[in-house]
């Protein structure tokens, strides 16, 4: 058996585990398991499904591009860049409707669908080549993505924070817990889609990614009950209304599917979307008192880090991709399952990082959010350097040995859990209930500017031909690699004084929590 297959069987192995622990936790009486509610639970499975078909498919997209659809390699960056950047952009959207109108759960479940149908339309595969009309189908795919991410990326992450009192000291754990169920789905469903796209064909891995996605579906439906009505609409909503906002999320379809194919209108549209979105930010942020005001400051100034960090991190499923599958000393394992390395390592962090910030809190020394920022961009910053430097240590002109490959994707993940999780549990603490999803939309459409960045440094190292050679990609990667170190160390002078905005010591709930509803209340808020 070769190690291909080997990995594909453990990865099989570890996802019938999940399910049987995910069973076991449905089955067992009372509202809390291990010190959180049932209901965080039912979101780990829900978005490790959901995560599962997004990653397995990011993992093979940029060989999908170049070996499909025969696009030259700057131009697949750049696509990929785009149509990652669109899945950040988009729950601006979805967040906005699910303040106003729909509510986080049902956002959720219909975006949800819209994924489904987009994964099983990637499994179309035609003849390939540019000139093969079954492209269009494509295009159409990675458009209903686009848009389904956005009805439920946003969302399912305040359904969490709905889940707690702002002041409970649990957050920052159910964050973890729930990151690591977003890295299950991605280290499963990398392992298991790129194994069967490069070795089987790529409706296979297509095929496999949009089953997960009507697996996460299910779960997400039938565990419900678990939420203790969190996510419920604001106001009762009449069936017409409702159904006219669905018939939005399938018009902005036919916007994505034109939009996702002209990469330089996405970039003025990100700009100027940009402007127009933070302006917003701010002027809602004026019209409050200065506590809550300061507050904005503070999440605009984290938020504005995304770019650059998500620039750079984002490289792992388009150049670094590229880079490993014709450069490193694979020993015939397709590369798309070295995507599979980042979820892993967080899967297997993410408990350390949560307990660490834990024990630092009790002893009055855990760095701040925006500390925790700055030290976030050093890792990211070292780990281009550490590829760069150990290559011209071995030579350029051999293959890269793997463990370079290992050691750039843990500084990314240190990184990562530095910067992800600790992002997310602050725009939820930090922003005001009336601008939740908001703000939790303007979070991910930075990181929305930050993957269009990705695919822009991806399109550089292509150079003037298109096609990427090693020293141009080792180039443009000490080049932002020492950039980012020197972001980073700015942002670590400027922490304490983001700290002071965020004003933490007077944070109050403002109502009961979720969790504490009445049986009967919780049932009729699901009954909306």
């Known amino acids: 058996m070769q190690e291909a297959e080997i990995i ?13 622990g995910g069973v076991h936790i449905a089955n067992r009486k009372g509202g809390e398991f291990a010190g959180h509610p049932k209901g965080l639970y039912m979101l780990f499975f829900a978005e490790m499904w959901e995560r599962f078909s997004y990653y397995g498919m990011r993992a093979i997209l940029i060989f999908y591009l170049t070996q499909h659809w025969l696009f030259s390699d700057s131009k697949s960056a750049l696509i990929y860049g785009a149509y990652t950047s669109l899945v950040y952009i988009t729950p601006v959207l979805g967040g906005w409707l699910a303040d106003r109108y729909l509510g986080q759960r049902k956002a959720v479940l219909f975006g949800g669908v819209l994924l489904a ?8 595969e035609g003849t390939g080549g540019q000139d093969d009309p079954t492209i269009n189908i494509f295009w159409a795919a990675l458009a209903f993505i686009i848009v389904g991410s956005g009805f439920l990326k946003a969302n399912i992450s305040v359904m969490v924070g709905q889940l707690y009192r702002l002041t409970d000291p649990r957050r920052d754990s159910a964050y973890t817990i729930f990151y690591m169920g977003i890295n299950v789905g991605a280290a499963l469903g990398t392992i298991l889609v790129a194994y069967l796209g490069q070795t089987r064909g790529w409706g296979w891995g297509f095929g496999l990614a949009g089953i997960g996605m009507l697996a996460g579906l299910i779960v997400f439906v039938l565990g419900r009950r678990a939420l203790n009505g969190a996510g419920e609409a604001p106001a009762p909503l009449a069936r017409t209304r409702e159904w006219s906002l669905y018939a939005i999320g399938l018009a902005a379809v036919a916007v994505i599917w034109g939009l996702v194919q002209f990469q330089d209108v996405i970039q003025s549209l990100l700009a100027a979307a940009g402007v127009l979105l933070l302006g917003y930010v701010l002027f809602q942020a004026f019209r409050l008192e200065k506590e809550p005001r300061e507050r904005i400051f503070a999440i605009l100034f984290l938020i504005s880090l995304n770019p650059i960090f998500w620039g750079l991190f984002e490289q792992a499923g388009g150049s670094m991709n590229l880079y490993t599958d014709r450069f490193v000393d694979r020993a015939g ?15 297997l962090f993410a408990p350390m990082f949560a307990a660490l910030w834990q024990w630092l809190a009790r002893r009055g020394l855990e760095p701040s959010a925006p500390a925790k920022f700055g030290i976030a961009l050093l890792q990211m910053g070292l780990a281009n350097l550490v590829l760069v430097w150990g290559t011209a240590a071995f030579g350029v002109e051999v293959m890269t040995p793997v463990i370079l490959v290992f050691l750039y994707y843990l500084l990314a993940t240190t990184a990562e859990l530095c910067l992800s999780p600790v992002g997310l549990s602050a725009m939820n603490r930090l922003a005001p209930a009336h601008l939740a999803s908001l703000i939790m939309g303007a979070w991910f459409y930075m990181s929305a500017v930050g993957n269009f960045v990705a695919g822009k440094i991806g399109e550089a190292t292509g150079g003037e031909s298109g096609e990427m050679t ?8 000490e080049l932002f690699g020492w950039i980012t170190i020197g972001v980073g160390v700015v942002v670590l002078l400027l922490a304490p004084l983001v700290r002071r905005w965020m004003h933490l010591e007077t944070l109050r709930d403002d109502a009961a929590p979720l969790l504490a509803r009445s049986e009967t209340e919780a049932a009729e808020g699901m009954r909306a």
């Open 470 to 477: 090693k020293q141009g990609l080792l180039d443009i990667y």
């Open 117 to 124: 149908v987009g994964h099983l339309l990637m499994a179309v």
């Open 333 to 347: 394992v397709p590369a798309g399952i070295f995507q599979s390395i980042n979820p892993i390592y967080i899967i």
């Open 8 to 20: 594909a069987l453990a990865a099989v192995v570890v996802l019938g585990a999940f399910l049987l």
